[in-house]
């Protein structure tokens, strides 16, 4: 069964950057999935952020297009998201999924990231 | 971008009542790129139906899901205590997913 754990720092200060990593157990990084990240902002809705392929290929939300990069650890079996220049807008649950075809499934236990000075 | 949006908002019924959930995109989309997913509180969501109308592994028989092009349905045939959640449609063009806003079903 596949699990993915998100971690990071709970708490990054406005202009800074946001980095999270999410540990894959069960499956190899290297397995024809898009690795995904998603955000949920306080009391508010789903907004996709961006994926990987194995390969190195993206897919990113063009919202976010200039402050999002998502990379692949295969040593480590694990995926990453930095967002840049974070504001208070950026305060969410980030989220890591597999995605495979249409499917996105399944879906880390989310990880709350605060930005605050 | 493709826009979804969700009606209602909020749905108030009672265990055992039928639910019927609504997206509707803003323009064409793939059936076979459009899902649903529930989420609880404190929780994250959960795929429940993919292809617009395949169930994923273990999602019982009472959700299922229909439409094509622009409108697309969730059905709950009798609720369940456990059912009582927040229920997103999600499609995928042209290398972007994107989330409807989201349907409320509250206990009435």
Not at chain 2, 25 to 50: D, E, F, N
Not at chain 2, 55 to 77: H, K, Q, V, Y
Not at chain 2, 91 to 101: E, P, R, V
Request: net charge positive.
């Amino acid at each position: 069964q596949v699990q993915l754990q998100e971690s990071g720092p709970g708490l990054v200060k406005p202009s800074g950057t946001l980095s999270l990593t999410c540990a894959v157990s069960g499956d190899s990084i290297s397995s024809p999935n898009w690795w995904s990240w998603v955000r949920q902002p306080p009391g508010k809705g789903l907004e996709w952020i961006g994926e990987i392929y194995h390969s190195g290929s993206t897919n990113y939300n063009p919202s976010l297009k200039s402050r999002v990069t998502i990379s692949v650890d295969k040593s480590k079996n694990q995926f990453s998201l930095k967002l840049n220049s974070v504001t208070a807008a950026d305060t969410a649950m980030y989220y890591c999924a597999i995605r495979y075809l249409s499917k996105i499934d399944p879906w880390g236990q989310g990880a709350l990231v605060t930005v605050s000075s | 971008e493709i826009v979804l949006t969700q009606s209602p908002g909020t749905l108030s019924l009672s265990p055992g009542e039928r639910a019927t959930l609504s997206c509707r995109a803003s323009q064409s989309v793939s059936s076979s790129y459009l899902g649903w997913y529930q989420q609880k509180p404190g929780q994250a969501p959960r795929l429940l139906i993919y292809g617009a109308s395949s169930r994923a592994t273990g999602i019982p028989d009472r959700f299922s899901g229909s439409g094509s092009g622009t409108d697309f349905t969730l059905t709950i045939s009798r609720l369940e205590p456990e059912d009582f959640a927040v229920y997103y449609c999600q499609q995928y063009g042209s290398s972007l997913w994107t989330f409807g806003q989201g349907t409320k079903v509250e206990i009435k």
